[in-house]
Structure formats: C-alpha cells, structure tokens
C-alpha cells in the first residue's frame, strides 16, 4: 500500500525559509507527477508545484514563482519544495500528492492519486 508523507513544515517569520520533503513508501517513487498543494484557513485546496517523473518538467502557481523550487531525488524516493521569502499569505497546511497517469492538469486535485495527511506551513508577519 502506498503511503505518502510529508515533513518539515513550521512556523517561521515572513521573509524565511522552509524545505518540505515528500517521501513515498509502499513502492519505488516513479509515479508519473508529483505535486504539492496547499489549503489555507477558509480556503479551497489550492496547486502550488509539479515536477515530473524525470525532474526535468515543473510547473508553479504564479502566486509562487521565482520564491518556491519544487526538485526531486529519485535515489531517495523525495520530492522537495524549497519555499523562499516567506509571505504571511503562505500560511497553510501543505499536502503531497502523486499520480500515475496525467488525467488532466497537473495543477487539478482530481489528477492525483495518493496523498499525504499534510504539514503545517505558518508564517508570521
């Protein structure tokens, strides 16, 4: 059975950094895509990053480009995502998500097939 887990979420004042990790068990991390997305307080889930299989294809929400890297080390079956300059309005709970085939959009929820529980993103102004 496939388990996706995410770590390294924080509280952290604007302007910081944080790297979140997503390790997949239960099988070897070839899944198609991967992504983060993230659900603030009162708000839709929302697409944050995607990475392909390879590491060479990524796509960003444009409320996160040029501040959040999405990378992956397939030795270590982890995905990545290095969140820079911090913004309150970053605050959210952040989720890993996996998929197996592209059924649509890789910023779509419905694309993906495995999901983490989440981990705590708060930023402090």
């Known amino acids: 059975q496939v388990q996706v887990v995410e770590s390294g979420g924080g509280l952290v004042q604007a302007g910081d950094s944080l790297r979140l990790s997503c390790v997949a068990s239960?099988?070897?991390?070839?899944?198609?895509?991967t992504g983060w997305f993230r659900q603030g307080p009162g708000k839709e889930r929302e697409f944050v990053a995607a990475?392909?299989?390879?590491?060479?294809?990524?796509r960003y929400a444009d409320s996160v480009k040029g501040r959040f890297t999405i990378s992956r080390d397939n030795a270590k079956n982890t995905v990545y995502l290095q969140m820079n300059r911090l913004k309150p309005e970053d605050t959210a709970v952040y989720y890993c998500?996996?998929?197996?085939?592209?059924?649509?959009?890789?910023?779509?929820?419905?694309?993906?097939?495995?999901w983490g529980q989440g981990t705590q993103v708060t930023v402090s102004s």
């Open positions: 239960g099988r070897t991390f070839s899944f198609l895509v």
């Open positions: 998500a996996a998929a197996d085939a592209t059924k649509m959009g890789w910023d779509r929820v419905a694309n993906y097939d495995y």
């Open positions: 990475i392909g299989r390879s590491g060479g294809t990524t």
